[in-house]
């Protein structure tokens, strides 16, 4: 096969990508991270140029050289003969920004004075803060807002709890619960390294459907105790979102939760990705003209979001799913399955197939990776059908690139936002809980998941769906609101709402 990357019929490569030098290529980093620049591994350099024709030309073609992917460029000051500018480069990861700064310093003319890492920047004493609602300008306020005026709120609560909805921050609030075992795809990296992850969640919540999260970050040694810590935590939020908590405890924590809580708990990892890969599948299925029920499903991947998206799936009437994990297909042969993977071979491959990830895409219509990066080789999506639909989920890697998709791949999709049909949980959670706390609802349950995905797909019309348009954008204030209406509706049509 070619080293060269042919484009998928569609699909609309990065700018960056066709036109980087090959050389450029750092021999260290594997070629499926190397793509495209993210603004995840932007840099700032602060350059001295001397004063002649030339020299900032000769240092952005150096850049452009380097694989670098060059935005502003920034005058801050004349020194005479020296002119100092700021440069702002997208990289592809630190090794790829440490070679475009030796790129810089090699250039004649050119002194790299400093170089500033954006993103580090942007997490410089972390990224949210509480503010106050009402100014504290005099005695009054603060005789209103604190002592003694505030003794007459705690006492209407305690004679009547219900007003703790009304009477403080519980109704808007959601705490963002971690034990740090699963964050991002680095895995159990502690609480300390998960609290920049609870953070953006938090900034989320608040820019989408303005709900005021807090990241809860707890040392735990058990599911034992992140229930313990849950429950202790119940009366000041008005829903709990469960965050980077590894399988199989999460399963456990939730399950527990959702019967011992009287706040509806929502862990973002399973049902967050299993509402958006069926809202996304119900337009890519509207757009190659299959309906659901007559669709093969595999999946790559059968931890908390593979196993809860395939029962959303089944819950929507699809076909059939054959599900794999690193030991192959799950199927009920096997001996080594927990309790969960158990049931996916009870209630899914109904065929009883065998084998690995590969036989198990023989005749497939869909495929859904939630596992890892470049796990699937393009011979593999081969087997699938005409007009395949592969959702390559894995972060910030996927299974395997668009670029490497076979033409029988109609439409594909990953969770990057640098290709067509970014699948990302943050057009369903901040709406799931919008609904959820405008109506207090006091559990969550799989019909709000299937309204949230309806409702999800619902947000495009039929003059915007094609193979690149199959889910909303993230910034598409459409979406909220419809997945918020939605939920709030079942909650309120199945009694499990309080107002």
């Known amino acids: 096969m070619s080293t060269t990357p042919t484009l998928r019929r569609g699909l609309r490569a990065p700018p960056s990508f066709l036109e980087r030098d090959a050389s450029a290529r750092s021999p260290i980093i594997p070629r499926m991270a190397q793509l495209t620049p993210s603004a995840g591994y932007t840099l700032t350099l602060r350059v001295n140029l001397e004063n002649m024709p030339g020299t900032l030309g000769r240092l952005t073609t150096a850049i452009g050289r380097a694989g670098g992917d060059l935005g502003a460029v920034d005058l801050v000051e004349h020194r005479g003969k020296v002119v100092v500018r700021d440069l702002t480069v997208k990289c592809r990861d630190e090794a790829h920004g440490q070679a475009i700064v030796r790129a810089a310093r090699e250039v004649e003319g050119v002194e790299v004075r400093q170089v500033t890492d954006r993103t580090f920047g942007m997490h410089a004493k972390g990224k949210i803060s509480v503010t106050s609602k ?7 306020d603060l005789s209103m807002a604190y002592t003694p005026g505030v003794g007459r709120i705690s006492r209407a609560i305690a004679d009547d709890p219900e007003r703790v909805w ?26 300390e390294a998960a609290l920049p992850v609870m953070e953006g969640k938090a900034m989320l919540f608040k820019e989408f459907a303005d709900i005021d999260a807090y990241p809860v970050c707890v040392r735990t040694s058990s599911a034992d105790e992140l229930i313990a810590v849950a429950k202790a935590i119940e009366p000041g939020f008005g829903g709990i979102n469960l965050e980077d908590v590894a399988a199989p405890a999460c399963f456990e924590v939730e399950e527990r939760l959702r019967k011992e809580l009287s706040i509806p708990v929502f862990h973002d990892d399973q049902h967050g990705t299993a509402v958006v890969t069926l809202g996304a599948l119900l337009n890519a299925t509207h757009v190659t003209g299959r309906p659901l029920d007559e669709l093969k499903v595999v999946f790559l991947g059968m931890g908390a979001a593979g196993i809860a998206t395939a029962k ?34 009870d209630n899914t491959n109904r065929d009883n197939v065998v084998g690995s990830i590969e036989d198990a895409l023989h005749g497939a219509d869909v495929f859904i990776g939630v596992s890892g990066p470049g796990l699937v080789k393009p011979d593999y999506l081969e087997k699938m059908n005409a007009d395949a639909i592969v959702f390559a989920l894995a972060n910030p890697v996927p299974e395997i690139m668009p670029e490497e998709m076979p033409p029988n791949v109609r439409i594909a ?3 990057r936002s640098d290709y067509p049909n970014q699948i990302n949980n943050v057009l369903v959670f901040p709406g799931f809980f919008r609904g959820l706390l405008d109506t207090r609802a006091t559990g969550v349950h799989i019909g709000m998941e299937l309204a949230a995905a309806k409702a999800l797909a619902g947000v495009l019309g039929e003059d915007e769906l094609d193979e690149e348009s199959i889910v909303p954008s993230v910034f598409d204030r459409r979406v909220m609101p419809a997945i918020a209406r939605a939920v709030a509706d079942v909650a309120a049509s199945e009694a499990v709402a309080k107002s």
């Open 312 to 345: 959303l799936l089944l819950h929507a009437g699809i076909g059939d799913i054959v599900g794999c994990d690193r030991n192959g297909i799950v199927h009920s042969g096997r001996s080594d399955l927990t309790p969960s993977k158990q049931w996916i071979a």
């Open 166 to 191: 009304d009477l403080t921050i519980k109704g808007n609030s959601v705490a963002v619960l971690t034990d740090g075992t699963a964050v991002l795809g680095l895995g159990n990296i502690g609480p």
């Open 134 to 140: 009402f100014p504290l300008k005099s005695r009054d």
């Open 413 to 415: 999709a990953t969770g």
